[in-house]
């Protein structure tokens, strides 16, 4: 009997529903399975604190994505995804009260950098210059499967300054503010942005990470989804359903059936087992793929290593505030209207004692906490005049071995996360935003062991599916012998960020692994898609 399904996807994330409405679009009989009781994965929207407070569980805003293809060769619009366009994109703030606002206009960010040096803000001029001159190469670049390293190194050999460019995929975050910087506050304003990613001022790679979220939201925004992330995924399974996919949450996979080198079925958590047509494409971490779903007797001990040598980055503390109004920021109203505040010193050292804490297990002593402002990007989300905040602490250790704040004794996550979170709203109330600790209605907190309790692609609380290193990204990512959204099963791929280019909202892996898997069923993506 023929099985009812021709793919099968393991995971609600916006990655698999994206991969799954290309298949569907190509005629495939598509069913997704979620373990989650609904679907989005790190892109969802819960009123997680009191009622009539949306917020949004992970993702906020949206800024890779605004590249995808995907957007209109879906129709996502048709389905009920618009975006918010919210001005400023960020600010960062430090504890003087001064701070930069990043706007959508870039004659209004250069002023704002210029308030602490002239040569810095004519310096961001010039890199976003730089950014549209070879933004179509970027996007290209992401929403394409990764060329081989041979064909990327040979192409960079071959055009000049070839090798500067990748000088500087390689370069850290720190020689490349002494390069290009003169005041601390713009290089603490570049350093920040590469915490959303888990990477310091001293890991190699982090320069092109920070120059590239600056400069996509420098010319396309930070922009917020009206209603809630959730309305992402939600557009998808419109999509999905109309072209007669199908989506079951509560449905745990626990294992792929292999026979004779092919999937044949998977089952589920609950014992059930249901059948695979043509193709699994999985959405969950390499890992979990790997040394779970597929396990070491199938993989073989040399590649089960290499995944158990995989890095997964640094993990992640989250806290959601119901607030009794919207909070002021010390820094001013500029800082209340953005959709992301990120409060540090004016110190690129800063970020290195950060993490250097970080990794030796301790509770950092002056943690990093990304503002998300949920109800200042889009007031619908809250009752008429309470405000929403989702504070996004990180890194923090998985592990905690020591405690440099001085005030935490617990050990485990479930003794420490609230002590902890006490101390970050201090922190944040004392240094930036003074009305914070008494506007508080309502707190959650989710640490690290929450969150991959409640994720298993969010192994240890991380947030990436595998840390953003050269050497796990393009087509090594997430290892070599799967770098182009393989497995080591020929009809099992792979189609979430753990593949290129990485995390964040983007869609990307999932439409890419779909390219794959056209030209492998010799379907023509650019016949489905014409504007492809
Ligand atoms: C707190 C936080 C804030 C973030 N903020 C932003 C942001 O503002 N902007 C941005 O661009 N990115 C942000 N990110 C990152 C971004 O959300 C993710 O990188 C991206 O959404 C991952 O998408 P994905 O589809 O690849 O994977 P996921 O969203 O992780 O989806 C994987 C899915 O698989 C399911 N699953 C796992 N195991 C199984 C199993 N065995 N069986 C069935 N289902 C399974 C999971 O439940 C999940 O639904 C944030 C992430 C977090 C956690």
Known sequence: MAATYDAIVIGSGHNGLTCACYLAKAGLKVLVLEQYHSIGGMTNTEELTLPGFQSDTHAFCIQVANFSPALHELQLARYGFELIYSDPCFSHVFPNGRSISVRRNVDETCQSIAQFSKTDSATWRGLFERFLTVKDQIDASINSPPPSFADQSSALQRVPGGLDEYRFQLQTLRSWCHEMFEADETKALFGSWDLHVGTSPDDVGGASM??????????????????????????????????????????RVDNI??????????????????????????????????????????????????????????????????????????????????????????SVDYFS???????????????????????????????????????????????????????????????????????????????????????????VVHSPKDLEELMPSAPQGTITHGAFLPYQMGSMRPIPEMGQYRSPVSNVYLCGSGSHPGAGVTMAPGRNAAQIIYQNLNLNFAKTFPTH
Not at 216 to 239: C, D, E, S, T, Y
Not at 295 to 307: F, H, I, Q, S, Y
Request: proline content about 6%; hydrophobic content about 40%.
């Open 210 to 251: 920070a120059w590239l979220f600056t400069m996509v939201i420098q010319h396309f925004g930070n922009n917020v989804v009206k209603g809630g992330m959730r309305n992402l995924p939600l557009a998808l399974a419109g999509f999905l359903e109309e072209h007669g996919g199908e989506i079951q949450t509560d449905a």
């Open 257 to 346: 059936i292999v026979e004779n080198g092919k999937a044949i079925a998977v089952r589920l958590a609950g014992g059930e087992e249901i059948e695979v047509g043509t193709l699994v494409a999985s959405n969950v971490d390499p890992q979990q793929l790997v040394l779970h779903l597929l396990g070491e007797d199938r993989v073989g001990t040399n590649l089960a290593k290499k995944m158990r040598q995989y890095e997964l980055g640094e993990s992640v503390m989250v806290v959601y505030l119901a607030l009794d109004s919207p909070v002021e920021f010390k820094a001013g109203p500029l800082a209340g209207q953005s959709v992301y505040v990120h409060p540090t010193p004016a």
């Open 353 to 443: 004692r950060l993490f250097h804490e970080v990794r030796g297990g301790f509770l950092p002593s002056e943690p990093f906490c990304l503002v998300c402002n949920d109800s200042a990007g889009d007031p619908t989300r809250v009752p008429s005049g309470k405000g929403l905040l989702k504070l996004v602490v990180q890194p923090v250790p998985y592990i905690i071995r020591g405690d440099a704040t001085g005030r935490v004794k617990g050990r485990t996550w479930n003794e420490a996360k609230e002590p902890f979170a006490d101390y970050v709203i201090e922190m944040l109330t004392r240094d930036y935003i003074p009305d914070l600790q008494n506007k508080i209605l309502k707190r």
